[in-house]
């Protein structure tokens, strides 16, 4: 599988020097073509700011302290996102990587028609671009989510909160983007609608060939959308599997918390026990796995020693790793 984009040692902070909390922590992580990677964890374990990071879009205080962000455009050589000019940055998104907020179906312009607004996408990034031919691309794109011609003209506050959030995630990828971001991207809707627009955005993922990465708390919809999973927290990634094996085989005494926090979708019902506790605060990241002071199997090295992410000498499946004393790696993996 070829990879599009790779992300190594990747760390984040929030402010300079000695004030400075680590919001990401030297994340490893590769997203192949065509692939959609899901991101889990609790708020405030890092994977907004990894892919705000990702996209430099990250908001001061927010700076990227190390690192590398390789994209692969496929025809032309890899380069670096984080080495990119700001001219370099604004073609690289949207057309290269396009995301869609937490929140985004929030952010269309209530007075432009939905037609206008995505047709002024197609203005800022393809100028020349007849007027036409956007029209007939918005008009595509706006099919392709599920929406009606005739809802073409409407303004935002005449569409459902499902209809506008398909109205984003057409504009994401209405110049062809290689890589889409989700960030929370159903959060605000319910559970049926969600499942019916991400079902819609995998078939278009089929169709389009672009690949995913798709953030979200619940990783209930991770097990049944993504086909890796990565779990995030205090900053750092913790396991990473495929979602099957996520689902069935956990290692991550976290991993384990989160899948018993959401009702299975399929099989037997389990118990929704949780996890006791809340997350870590940046500020005061506990010493050792940042999880002990919440994991129930915690013992001697935990509270002291980090554990390394990769892969246990038991383990023999691929793209398994997991960082976790219960667990230890003998030679932390060469991050491929
Ligand atoms: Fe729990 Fe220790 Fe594993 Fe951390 S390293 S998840 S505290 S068992
Ligand atoms: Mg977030």
Redesign the pocket.
């Known amino acids: 599988k070829q990879p599009v984009l790779e992300i190594r040692n990747l760390n984040v902070d929030y402010g300079l020097g000695g004030k400075a909390v680590h919001a990401v922590r030297d994340v490893n992580l590769t997203l192949h073509r065509g692939e959609v990677l899901g991101l889990a964890g609790e708020s405030g374990s890092g994977k907004s700011t990894l892919a705000y990071g990702m996209t430099r879009l990250l908001a001061p205080p927010g700076v990227i302290t190390g690192g590398d962000v390789i994209y692969h455009p496929g025809q032309a050589e890899p380069y670096d996102v984080l080495g990119l000019s700001d001219r370099g940055l604004r073609e690289f998104r949207w057309n290269e990587v396009a995301i869609v907020f937490q929140g985004a179906m929030n952010s269309l312009n209530p007075v432009h028609r939905i037609s206008t607004q995505l047709t002024d996408v197609l203005r800022a990034h393809q100028p020349s671009m007849s007027e036409h031919s956007r029209t007939a691309r918005a008009r595509e794109m706006l099919k392709l989510v599920g929406i009606a011609p005739d809802r073409m003209d409407a303004y935002p506050h005449q569409l459902s909160g499902g209809m506008r959030q398909r109205v984003m995630i057409g504009m994401a990828l209405i110049l062809q983007p290689q890589v889409v971001i989700m960030d929370e991207p159903t959060t605000a809707l319910d559970v049926v609608m969600q499942r019916q627009i991400l079902g819609q955005l995998i078939e278009l993922r089929e169709r389009l060939g672009f690949s995913v990465i798709f953030i979200t708390h619940d990783l209930s919809l991770l097990v049944e959308f993504s086909d890796r999973i990565a779990i995030m927290y205090g900053g750092r990634i913790?396991e990473e599997a495929p979602a099957a094996t996520i689902y069935r085989d956990a290692l991550?005494?976290?991993s384990k918390g989160l899948l018993s926090s959401f009702p299975a979708l399929r099989g037997p019902r389990r118990e929704l026990s949780g996890i006791p506790g809340s997350p870590p605060d940046l500020a005061g990241m506990p010493p050792?796995?940042s999880?002990?002071p919440r994991?129930p199997?915690?013992?001697e090295?935990?509270s002291t020693a980090i554990?390394v992410l990769g892969r246990p000498e038991h383990l023999t499946g691929a793209g398994r790793s997991v960082?976790?004393?219960?667990h230890p790696v003998p030679i932390p993996l060469e991050k491929n």
């Open positions: 913790v991550h005494p976290y050792g796995c999880f002990h994991c199997r915690a013992f090295p935990c554990p960082a976790c004393w219960l």
